[in-house]
């Protein structure tokens, strides 16, 4: 059964500091692995999303990387900025059941000025 | 132009009553699902549908009975409702069941059982 784990349940940064955040998950085996970020009181919005056969995705100023054989993923921030504060869950999906994502319990994150 | 919308988004009500959960997604895809985020804001699958035929019932109480009348909406019913299901439940859709998907996610569903 995956686990899936987040480290640091929270994290504070001053506006413009780059910061790493990480996921690793129990089972090797996994399709996908998925950032997403979840505003207080809203859904959960899809960042990126890395394929088992790829490395890393980029999007603006993030980019998460997977390492299957290690069990990790990290989503990088560059630049950090106020609006960036939000909750962020990574998400893996197993073999043989494709499109059940097993989240983490998220990193909340907070930009201060 | 909301991509997944549920309704309502609030939801008060005494234990053992019976209550439903709409969803709607205008994005034309395949694939729509149910999850249920817990007081440690811990997200867990509870089902998912693709083109209306169940594919994923994570043992979830037979109280729970989603229906899907069409591709683009999966509706939620609880029957008599216990004090621990209270929690947000959210609704999803992606365009297809494969792994390689995005999901989008409507803005939730906050569930209090008193």
């Known amino acids: 059964k995956q686990e899936v784990t987040q480290i640091p349940a929270a994290l504070s940064v001053p506006e413009g500091e780059n910061l790493v955040l990480n996921c690793s998950f129990t089972?090797?085996?996994?399709?996908?692995l998925q950032w997403f970020r979840q505003d207080p009181g809203k859904g959960l919005t899809s960042l990126l999303l890395?394929?088992?056969?790829?490395r890393e995705q980029t999007s603006g100023r993030l980019n998460a990387s997977l390492d299957k054989s290690s069990g990790r993923s990290t989503l990088y921030i560059a630049a950090s900025q106020p609006g960036d504060s939000a909750t962020y869950l990574c998400?893996?999906?197993?073999?043989?059941?494709?499109?059940?994502?097993?989240f983490g319990t998220g990193t909340r994150l907070q930009v201060t000025l | 132009d909301t991509a997944v919308s549920q309704t309502p988004k609030y939801l008060v009500t005494q234990m053992g009553n019976d209550k439903s959960i709409k969803c709607e997604q205008n994005?034309?895809?395949?694939?729509m699902y149910w999850y249920k985020q817990d007081s440690k804001k811990f997200l867990k699958i509870m089902f998912s549908y693709n083109n209306k035929e169940l594919i994923i019932n994570e043992t979830v109480p037979n109280r729970f009975s989603p229906k899907s009348p069409d591709k683009a909406h999966l509706n939620l019913h609880i029957n008599s409702l216990e004090l621990g299901d209270s929690a947000v439940y959210f609704c999803?859709?992606?365009?297809?069941?494969?792994?390689?998907?995005?999901?989008?996610f409507g803005s939730g569903t906050q569930l209090s059982v008193l």
């Open positions: 890395i394929q088992s056969s790829q």
């Open positions: 999803a859709s992606s365009q297809a069941l494969g792994a390689r998907e995005k999901l989008f």
């Open positions: 089972d090797s085996a996994i399709y996908n």
């Open positions: 994005l034309g895809h395949d694939t």
């Open positions: 998400a893996g999906s197993d073999t043989g059941t494709a499109s059940k994502l097993t």
